[in-house]
């Protein structure tokens, strides 16, 4: 595993970073694979990153029809709704880039969430094949550290079986699904966008303290045979070691 830290001035430092890596990761992808296997992420941080996808200059480099889109994690909302990853995803990238619709999984369907996380778990082998291996999964991190729908002290942290899991999240009163750390490890690139001063202390944890995933669960990225990177700005990279 090749694990690294960059550390760049502000948020749209980091999100031209992102784009660049996403690019490149796209069109290796295709080349190689006939196909670029990605999963999306939610919260304010890839907003900005997903805009700059949508501009001519990155967007005239894919080859969106080759693109397979899955979110890492989302609320058991509907995509109307505006705590929706989709919704947002829809909004700022996936209305303006041509990817074909029956290549973009959305977390979401009226039904027993459950059995959706399920049927989320099957849609993902059939398009990764035997390899199990995204292209790229985009990650956050929360201020109490945690990652895609993985929280401190939940169950599911522990889960070594299912490659998508779906709960009831208390202390948010809704219901979750989410990627599991196994499936998350699992992929060839992660790339994790993080900010801000809030997320300074659960960083240095997660990258230098002892370890406890049940209260830090980013602790828990830890890829199989990939590479993880972590774009952060200088304000969250404080406490951190100075090599």
């Given amino acids: 595993m090749a694990s690294t830290v960059k550390i760049f001035d502000d948020k749209n430092e980091i999100s031209t970073a992102c784009a660049k890596m996403f690019t490149d990761l796209a069109q290796k992808a295709i080349a190689e694979n006939g196909k670029f296997v990605v999963a999306l ?19 005239e480099q894919i080859d969106w029809s080759k693109v397979f889109v899955f979110w890492g994690d989302e609320r058991w909302v509907p995509l109307t709704d505006d705590k929706s990853n989709g919704k947002m995803a829809n909004r700022t990238l996936l209305n303006k880039v041509p990817v074909p619709k029956n290549q973009i999984f959305y977390m979401w369907a009226d039904k027993d969430v459950s059995q959706y996380a399920e049927e989320y778990e099957n849609a993902i082998r059939e398009v990764l094949g035997d390899g199990m ?14 990652t895609a729908s993985l929280f401190p002290y939940e169950p599911v ?60 669960p980013a602790q828990l990225l830890n890829p199989v045979n990939g590479n993880i990177t972590w774009l952060i700005d200088k304000t969250i990279a404080k406490d951190l070691k100075k090599e």
């Fill in 41 to 59: 992420t939610g919260g304010s941080s890839p907003e900005t990153l997903y805009k700059d996808l949508a501009e001519a200059s990155y967007k």
């Fill in 133 to 146: 291996r995204f292209d790229l999964i985009l990650l956050g991190m929360g201020p109490e550290g945690h």
């Fill in 157 to 216: 942290l522990h889960e070594e079986t299912k490659l998508v899991d779906a709960y009831y999240l208390k202390s948010q009163n809704m219901y979750r699904i989410t990627f599991t750390a196994p499936l998350i490890n699992k992929a060839k690139e992660i790339i994790l966008m993080l900010y801000g001063n809030e997320k300074a202390e659960a960083l240095y944890e997660v990258l230098e303290g002892e370890r406890n995933p049940d209260l830090y």
